[in-house]
């Protein structure tokens, strides 16, 4: 077995004197898609901020490959992990090219004040991967949320990142865009090997396309595992405090969660 490209020991981290997360240990696999699931609260978000190198540890250790994250400088760590935060909502003043080429500053040199030839080319690729090339002259604010949600997607890809972390790419769109979002990023999974790790509210979409999921609780990990191991009718129930029904799909046998209303 080789080294993971996450691992996470112990973790115990928050906002001040607010401790967050609990001891929260677990790896991931190099080319894995794993889902990020829990309650509002549990510390899904807290988790990539740790991760990025954002937050102090007050306990534990994050590696990636191997390497300390915490004793990375920011540059180091940019250049191997880029992050999809949810899109703001007032829309940064730039076109969608000057955007996306925004992710290749962790790769300039350390004199480097324009992009290079290789950076628009870079993020030319990316805004093709991503279906956006043709409106790479608009601006960002007269994007729809979903052309947004790509835009920011393609500028972390053209930081060509190794581990790409998503919080909540699917909020606010609708089911259309929920799909494009996560075909695209199952693609870039496996064509490209690109190791994903993604927060999701909607525990369906979480099942239908995640190798693995990591169900936080009230900031501890509660569970790890496949979906069909994770996304159990008394595991929801205990966590989200709410009932719900476990359907399998006819799809590869993946699972769909449905919520049981009040009194039913």
């Known amino acids: 077995m080789g080294r ?23 790896q991931i696999k190099r080319g894995e ?10 510390g899904k978000t ?5 991760i990025n190198g954002l937050l ?13 994250t915490h004793q990375m400088a920011r540059r180091s760590l940019a ?14 003043p730039f076109s969608i090219e000057e955007f996306v080429l925004l992710g290749r500053i962790p790769h300039w040199g350390r004199f480097q004040l324009l992009e290079t030839e290789g950076d628009l080319t870079i993020a030319e690729q990316a805004m093709v991967l991503t279906g956006i090339a043709s409106l790479q002259e608009r601006r960002m604010g007269e994007l729809s949320g979903g052309e947004r949600q790509l835009a920011f997607l393609a500028r972390a890809l053209a930081q060509q990142p190794q581990l790409l972390l998503l919080d909540e790419p699917t909020a606010h769109l609708d089911i259309g865009h929920q799909v494009q979002i996560m075909d695209l990023l199952r693609r870039l999974n496996r064509e490209q090997s690109l190791t994903i790790a993604v927060v999701l509210h909607d525990l369906t979409l979480a099942g239908l ?7 936080l609780s009230e900031g501890r990990l509660h569970r790890l ?27 590869q046998a993946k699972t769909a969660i449905v919520p049981v209303p009040g009194g039913d």
């Open 46 to 50: 807290t988790l990539l901020r740790a």
């Open 33 to 42: 898609f794993v889902g990020i699931i829990g309650p509002n609260g549990s």
């Open 209 to 215: 396309y995640c190798d693995r999921l990591i169900l």
């Open 225 to 251: 595992g496949p979906p069909q191991a994770v996304l159990r009718e008394e595991v929801i129930e205990e966590v989200y405090r709410t009932a719900v029904i476990v359907v399998e799909t006819p799809l």
């Open 79 to 92: 250049q191997k992990v880029a992050v999809v935060t949810q899109s703001p909502e007032a829309a940064p």
């Open 56 to 68: 102090p540890l007050t306990k534990g250790t994050i590696f990636l490959e191997g390497r300390e």
């Open 4 to 26: 993971p490209m996450l691992e996470i020991k112990g973790l115990s981290c928050g906002y001040g004197k607010r401790i967050v997360l609990h001891g929260v240990s677990f």
